[in-house]
């Protein structure tokens, strides 16, 4: 019995006591935020998918189409293609593709790139309707950068 | 206009009356969900529907009408005729209470001498739409869900209607304005408190909310009795919920809170309704803070609590009520 | 009529998934039920299997750290620190000391972030619509604090062969600091709206007792079999990395019930920021990565490694043929073995017992099915 009427007082007592903390909360600020209309700034340690890095000073990509990255990507989703232009001595990119569906941003290109050549970008915004609005061409990415 | 002279005057006065009712219930559907939503939202910090018209106001006439539009989805093998009329039963009958009750003093549809009856059973029509629904659907959660209803109102009718009692005993009437008449010096909410706390929570449990929304209990049942429901179906359904709340709320209103009693307002036998909804919809509020606070019961430790707990409470009250009103 | 041809009628099967709201996943359990009571749940695994498994051995180590993340979204960094910490082994690579505080760190966080979605997905099961979003809300912090140094929100790929791919900051230590004294302004809130709810503790206690003979019987680890009393943790009856330097405790329950598996997370947050704390007092300098060759090469033989993951005991086994790919990878993943118990432990019980036992083992479908 009095067992009882103690579980009736601790258990009633416990419900308000929940009760209150969601009503402190019913007056407290909210804390999400409303997303296509406020951003917050996102870390500039973000890992995007990959980029080429435009060298300011050459205004041009610092890549020497070795094809490390291409070998040793696991998900086998970068393309790379060099050709050696008449009258230059380094080979030039012809072709730079990245197929973001399969990439897993682990970052072994960037890593593994010799001339550092490879960045991630800060694009975190990307839906698309198609897969292939997924398969970047980074090479052009890079052109419309360039000044 | 001879034709309308025909009719007596206190059937146009019924026509009418439905007729508020039933854009009322429309009405109160659309603010219950889009408070529920916005009470949800900020309850858990975030700022609830925000998009459509300002602070998301359109948002709930905005679904209604996404709702409306939808196909009628039928599923094979399910019972047509059961199926179809279950939705309409779950919303037919929660229109008629709201006949009988006072909003204010003058605002009455109908006054029965036995009005408080007429809800009560009224509203155990209303498990009778989950249990056709349920069992029409062909589908076993919403199966469970339909059985849950039946055993869960067979549990909690008795407490109400001991509770209820309680208060009859003290003024002699089911009429509801005679009982709110009688609360003209002192709610009986002070007089009652024993019998008001077991109708809050018996009235949770028959307007199937949180914590004893077991007929639906989603995690459990997916959604229970409206499982296989969709557009026109369903939102009968939804609509007919927050009527059923809010006649929950009027009833406790009207025998506990004093119904339109209030300080003193021109006009007040018409506007003793502004009191009468305040309290209703804060009672409301309450329910739906209720909602979005705690677990769900289990269904046997519902059922326990129906029998060990309330009923007992509820038949000591009366007892010592009948006891006390007849010395 | 014979009573076994009644009995036979009155039986029948649901298929609770794999799209059900509570079986977190594409997890399909078929029950056979006699009104609402369980007669017999058998779990249908299988339908996110990925070949994780396969992929390692298909292509060199290195190839594999991101799949590791994918197997346990919720919690990826031991998944992360147990495949690094056996290639380490198998290779002989050594780790900076600094290296292994922040691998320390960033585990212990991502494992109190587990546990909070997992409470609030455990309430949500109850039916208790709020305490998850409670929960998302500290998490949230967790999570921007690792992507501050990880560069991703969930599916980390942060730890490398012989250290970490980036070092902390001060801002890091700052931000990792003030969580700490934020969660535990907030542990009340948990107390008030869960831990104490009269209604929370009928709906778990005595409910799906795991006696500690059948948890060792099933190969139960983690919080699941720490809640039956078995005070068994691979950070510390196996120590790796630089578990051994940090003072912290091994919470236990004491019957095995869903309660018990509850308080234990609970009490596990604490010790995961006890852990932190000591680690961001003793972060030693130095470098974070020690220089390890591109092509590391797996001497024949085996190897095994276990952590100690959110869910219980991780193990990775791998067998080296000199070649740089695996020969054979084989992933002890500890909510398979969680959930191997549920056949035996769901008899006889009501539908609603068994979605809050379902809830309180923490699983996660496809770390289950790789
Ligand atoms: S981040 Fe990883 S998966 Fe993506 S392109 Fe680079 S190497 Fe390939
Ligand atoms: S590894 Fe670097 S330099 Fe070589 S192809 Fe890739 S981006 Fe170019």
Redesign the pocket.
């Known amino acids: 019995m009095k067992q009882y009427f103690s579980e009736l007082y601790t258990g009633g007592k416990s419900l308000v006591e929940g009760l209150g903390v969601t009503m402190k909360a019913l007056f407290s600020p909210i804390v999400t935020v409303q997303y296509p209309r406020e951003e917050i700034d996102i870390t500039p340690n973000y890992r995007g998918?990959?980029d080429l890095i435009l060298d300011t000073g050459k205004n041009t990509y610092l890549c020497i189409s070795c094809g490390m990255?291409e070998k040793?990507?696991?998900?086998d989703?970068?393309k790379v293609k060099g050709k050696k232009m008449e009258g230059e001595k380094k080979k030039s990119l012809v072709l730079f593709d990245?197929d973001f569906t399969?990439?897993?941003?682990?970052?072994?290109?960037?890593e593994v790139c010799p001339k550092d050549a490879l960045e991630y970008s800060q694009e975190y915004n990307l839906a698309a309707f198609t897969k292939e609005a997924f398969h970047f061409d980074i090479l052009k990415r890079l052109e419309e950068r360039r000044i | 206009m001879e034709t309308i002279s025909i009719l007596p005057p206190e059937l146009i006065r019924m026509v009418i009356a439905v007729i508020i009712i039933i854009s009322f219930l429309f009405l109160n559907a659309i603010m219950m969900g889009y408070a529920e939503r916005k009470i949800a939202g900020h309850v858990q910090r975030r700022p609830g529907p925000m998009e459509v018209g300002s602070h998301g106001i359109l948002q709930m006439i905005v679904d209604g009408v996404k709702l409306v539009g939808k196909e009628l989805l039928i599923p094979f093998n399910v019972d047509r005729t059961l199926f179809r009329v279950a939705p309409l039963l779950s919303f037919t009958p929660v229109i008629l209470p709201l006949l009988v009750i006072p909003f204010s003093e003058k605002l009455q549809a109908r006054d029965l001498n036995l009005g408080l009856i007429f809800i009560v059973t009224m509203g155990s029509v209303n498990v009778m739409a989950l249990l056709v629904g349920g069992w029409g659907s062909n589908n076993k959660y919403s199966m469970f869900g339909a059985m849950r209803a039946v055993a869960q109102s067979i549990a909690y009718e008795i407490p109400i209607l001991l509770s209820l009692l309680a208060v009859v005993l003290m003024c002699n009437t089911f009429s509801l304005k005679e009982i709110v008449a009688a609360q003209q010096n002192i709610w009986f909410v002070f007089l009652q408190p024993v019998a008001f706390l077991i109708y809050v929570v018996a009235g949770l449990a028959e307007t199937n909310r949180n914590p004893f929304d077991l007929p639906e209990a989603e995690s459990e049942l997916t959604a229970g009795f409206h499982t296989e429901y969709s557009g026109m179906g369903f939102s009968l359904f939804f609509i007919g919920e927050y009527t059923n709340m809010f006649i929950v709320a009027s009833v406790a209103t009207v025998l506990f809170l004093g119904g339109w009693h209030g300080p003193h307002l021109p006009y007040g036998e018409y506007l003793g309704v502004v009191w009468f909804f305040l309290k209703v919809y804060l009672l409301l509020f309450l329910m739906i803070m209720v909602r979005w606070t705690y677990p769900r019961v289990r269904f046997d430790q519902l059922l326990n609590f129906a029998w060990k707990y309330l009923v007992p409470f509820s038949l000591v009250n009366l007892l010592i009520t009948a006891v006390l009103v007849k010395l | 009529m014979l009573e076994s041809e009644y009995q036979e009628q009155n039986r029948f099967f649901l298929n609770m998934g794999p799209q059900h709201p509570s079986t977190h996943g594409v997890l399909l359990i078929v029950l056979e039920m006699e009104g609402e009571y369980v007669l017999d749940p058998q779990p249908v695994l299988g339908f996110i299997h990925r070949m994780h498994e396969k992929m390692g051995e298909s292509r060199p180590c290195q190839g594999f750290m991101?799949n590791t993340a994918r197997m346990d979204y919720v919690c990826a960094l031991p998944y992360n620190h147990g495949y690094v910490s056996l290639i380490e082994r198998k290779a002989g690579i050594e780790v900076p000391k600094r290296a292994e505080y922040i691998r320390v760190i960033t585990s212990e966080l991502n494992r109190v972030a587990s546990h909070l979605l997992w409470l609030g997905a455990y309430l949500l099961d109850l039916g208790a619509f709020t305490p998850i979003l409670y929960g998302f809300d500290d998490r949230e912090h967790i999570l921007d604090i690792l992507e501050r140094i990880t560069g991703s929100r969930l599916t980390y790929c942060y730890y490398r062969f012989g250290g970490v791919y980036k070092d902390v900051d001060d801002k890091f230590i700052e931000a990792t600091r003030a969580f700490i004294k934020r969660m535990r302004k907030r542990y009340v809130i948990y107390e008030k709206l869960v831990t104490k709810n009269i209604i929370f503790i009928k709906r778990a206690e005595n409910i799906g007792i795991v006696s500690p003979d059948m948890a060792l019987r099933y190969g139960m680890t983690g919080p699941n079999l720490r809640g039956s009393g078995i005070a068994y943790d691979v950070r510390k009856n196996e120590p790796y990395s630089v578990y051994p330097e940090f003072d912290f405790e091994i919470p236990v329950g004491e019957q095995g019930d869903c309660l018990d598996r509850y308080m234990v997370r609970v009490q596990e947050i604490e010790q995961s920021l006890r852990i932190i704390e000591q680690a961001l007092d003793r972060l030693p300098d130095g470098p974070v990565r020690s220089k390890v060759k591109k092509n590391i090469k797996l001497t024949p033989g085996d190897c095994n490694f276990a952590v100690e993951a959110a869910r219980g005991e991780l193990s990775y086994y791998l067998v080296g043929d000199g070649t740089s790919t695996p020969y054979r990878l084989k992933v002890r993943v500890p909510s398979y073995s969680n959930l191997s118990c549920l056949p035996e432990l769901g008899r006889g019980i009501l539908l609603p017992d068994l979605v809050s036992i379902l809830g309180s083992f923490d699983l996660v479908i496809p770390e289950m099915d790789r």
């Open positions: 998918h990959i990255c040793s990507c696991p998900s989703c970068i990245l399969k990439c897993s941003l682990c970052g072994t290109c960037v | 991101p």
